[in-house]
């Protein structure tokens, strides 16, 4: 088959490439736009490492076409620090509460908590927990991630009301 | 896994996907959320050659209230269904349920169109659909018609609709005002099909139900309209004898698996609880 003309936003920026419509959009952002941040943990659409922000929704990436995102916005974990390398608030909260510990699981958790965090500015731990059960960790028995989510949550809010 | 090579289309109307798939027949499939059929391409349990994606078709998205009809067009997802307070109001059963599926990522693409066209008697939106009566409205080459979803399965991943129809909107007469309803369902972890559920829907009143309509996910090769179970219901104070006849009337037309969720006899016994528990649920919500 042959290949599509693939044109998106990535991060902020207009990206394209060629590839094949069937080509998983997890291997066009790993291989095509070198994007090694969302990771492929089962390819079976369980596990959420793979998860990446579309037009506004948490997506597993190993469960799209390219072809479906053509035209899309897409927002990876590349895309979620300050240009300068400031790491956004759940970055750090994250560092900061060992919300990690081998780190595959991260860059999924954390482009899903931001989206959760758009949603839901204020969520208590049990709508936390069910914001992010699209997302499996097989390390820190999921704590230390929620106080993380939480953490970043009162930090944004906190700075938001400054900011007012 | 890579999915097998298809060509992609992405028509700007149902007229135009209808035209593709008559032009494709067989070798064509429709493309919604995906989360049904990607996965099933990457097992290469699906090789489609053509792949029709609806997102662009506009008409399809959206939830409207036409008469005493709710319309929820197929391309509204699972995310829309729980955010939408139409349905909060006149149909809450379908919030419900919609929490219940798989998780918050596959919710933002898995349609309802999608969700009840699939065929796979895994899916919890057909039996909540025979339950309310729904029907599913289908456009095809030959025009548009209405099929109930209590006449649209037929077998595992066999339906009544054509291969080159497309299914734009489920249409649900709106459950009378103060109905209780509840959708209970058994399932082993987050992202887990039912072991078995139950949708219940019923009306009360002076203390009798007037009327109750019941249907199983997963515990037969279809979803199941269990159609006695509710009549066992009807006229009755939802006595412990009159619950007992509807849970076995129910159970009598479970023919499930056995499989990863257990045994058969074991999937029947859960569906009998969950009839159980959704009529407890569903006479408390009643008023
Ligand atoms: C991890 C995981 C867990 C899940 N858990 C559950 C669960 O617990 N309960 C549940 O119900 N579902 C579950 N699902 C399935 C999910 O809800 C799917 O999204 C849904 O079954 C199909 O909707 P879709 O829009 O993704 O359809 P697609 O995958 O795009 O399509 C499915 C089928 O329906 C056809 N189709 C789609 N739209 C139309 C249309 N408008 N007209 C005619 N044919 C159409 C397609 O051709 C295809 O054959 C799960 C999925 C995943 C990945
Ligand atoms: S790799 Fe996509 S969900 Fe696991
Ligand atoms: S930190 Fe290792 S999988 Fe989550």
Partial sequence: MSNMHIKMTVNGKAVEGLAEPRTLLIHFLRENLNLTGPHIGCDTSHCGACTVDINGKSVKSCTMFVAQAQGADVTTIEGIAEADGTLHALQEAFREHHGLQCGFCTPGMITRALRLLQENPDPSEEEIRYGISGNLCRCTGYQNIVTAIRAAADQLNTAREAAE | ?287
């Fill in chain 2, 1 to 287: 896994m890579i999915p097998g090579s298809f060509e992609y289309h992405r028509p700007g109307s149902v007229a135009e996907a209808v035209a593709l798939l008559s032009r494709h027949s067989d070798d064509a499939r429709l493309l919604a959320g995906g989360h049904s059929l990607i996965p099933m391409m990457k097992l290469r349990m699906a090789q489609p050659e053509h792949i029709v994606d609806l997102q662009d078709i506009s008409t399809l998205h959206g939830i409207a209230q036409d008469g005493d009809t709710i319309v929820i067009g197929a391309l509204t997802t699972q995310n829309d269904v729980i955010g939408s307070n139409v349905l909060a109001e006149t149909c809450p059963i379908l919030r419900e349920a919609a929490l219940l599926i798989a998780d918050p990522q596959v919710r933002y693409c898995g349609t309802v169109g999608g969700n009840v066209a699939n065929g796979d008697p895994g899916n919890d939106m057909p039996a909540i659909m025979q339950a309310l009566n729904a029907s599913y409205r289908a456009e095809g080459p030959n025009g548009v018609r209405n099929i109930a979803a209590r006449d649209f399965y037929e077998a595992s991943f066999f339906t009544a609709l054509g291969e080159d129809e497309v299914l734009t909107q489920v249409r649900i007469p709106t459950p009378a005002a103060g109905h209780g309803a509840a959708y209970v369902k058994q399932k082993r972890k987050v992202g887990d099909y039912a072991t078995a559920a139950a949708a219940v829907i019923l009306s009360v009143s002076g203390g009798n139900c007037t009327a109750a309509s019941i249907a199983l996910t997963n515990v037969g090769d279809t979803p199941l309209y269990a159609e006695a179970a509710g009549q066992a219901l009807v006229g009755t104070n939802l006595d412990a004898a009159a619950v007992d006849a509807a849970v076995q009337a129910a159970q009598a037309i479970t023919q499930p698996v056995s499989d990863g969720r257990g045994p058969a006899e074991f999937r029947t016994h859960v569906a009998g609880i969950a009839v159980r528990r959704a009529i407890a649920l569903a006479q408390e919500r009643a008023s």
